[in-house]
């Protein structure tokens, strides 16, 4: 099936340094997310994205982060500066359109851990 | 608040057993309701889903059960077996032109052999 590929798998940081979580959605999908899942907790939503603006963001989405998709590239979480908090696996996830009937199709992960 | 609860963690089934994994919602606005799988260290992928206009859908063992009235969704997974061991997680979403889903905690389903 359409594959989301995530990079980096894992990455430890330092707090207060700065991260870049890319993403390569499914080839032809218009709609891009993040949620974060906290160890033993449930994932959740951050933020979807849609013609190169949110749509929307939930009170996880900080100040500290933020998402782009330059000109069709990777879709990027960044977070800047990063704090202990901000440890988790992220997860991006791309659909076809909008509408919560749209499937989402998800990557595996990228496991942040900050020190 | 929790939007989207699994109130079990986890479940063990025999093999040839039915595995029926709970989910309970608050939000009467969720018009579309979803059953993702999860092997670990592995992504998420959606199962099987329901819109609100329908109360039941069947895909081969798969049903998932809509009961509005009560705010509860349901699947059962007939004749489980061994590769049906993973995390299942409930989700449900708003429409009215809203992307995003809201997921529950996942349970654990275990099918023993």
């Known amino acids: 099936g359409p594959k989301v590929l995530q990079i980096p798998s894992h990455q430890i940081i330092d707090m207060g340094q700065m991260v870049t979580l890319n993403c390569d959605p499914v080839s032809n999908h218009l709609y891009f997310y993040w949620y974060k899942q906290i160890l033993g907790q449930q994932m959740e939503f951050l933020v979807n994205f849609y013609n190169g603006k949110v749509m929307e963001k939930s009170k996880l989405f900080k100040d500290q982060f933020s998402v782009e998709r330059p000109d069709g590239s990777y879709f990027t979480l960044k977070i800047q500066p990063t704090a202990l908090e901000d440890s988790a696996v992220y997860f991006c996830?791309?659909?076809?359109?909008?509408?919560?009937?749209?499937?989402?199709?998800f990557g595996e992960g990228s496991r942040l851990i900050v020190v | 608040g929790q939007q989207v609860k699994q109130s079990s963690p986890s479940l063990t089934v025999q093999e040839g057993g039915i595995s029926i994994l709970n989910c309970d919602y608050e939000?009467?606005?969720?018009?579309?309701f979803a059953w993702y799988k999860k092997y670990p260290d592995n992504s998420p992928t959606l199962l099987i889903s329901?819109?609100?206009?329908?109360d039941k859908r069947e895909d081969g063992r798969l049903t998932v059960f809509l009961n509005k009235s009560g705010k509860h969704f349901s699947l059962h997974i007939t004749a489980s077996q061994p590769e049906d061991t993973a995390v299942y997680l409930c989700a449900a979403g708003a429409g009215g032109g809203s992307a995003k889903l809201i997921f529950g905690e996942g349970t654990k389903l275990t099918v023993s052999s």
């Open positions: 996830a791309s659909s076809l359109d909008r509408g919560s009937g749209n499937t989402l199709y």
């Open positions: 939000n009467d606005m969720f018009d579309y």
């Open positions: 329901v819109r609100s206009n329908v």
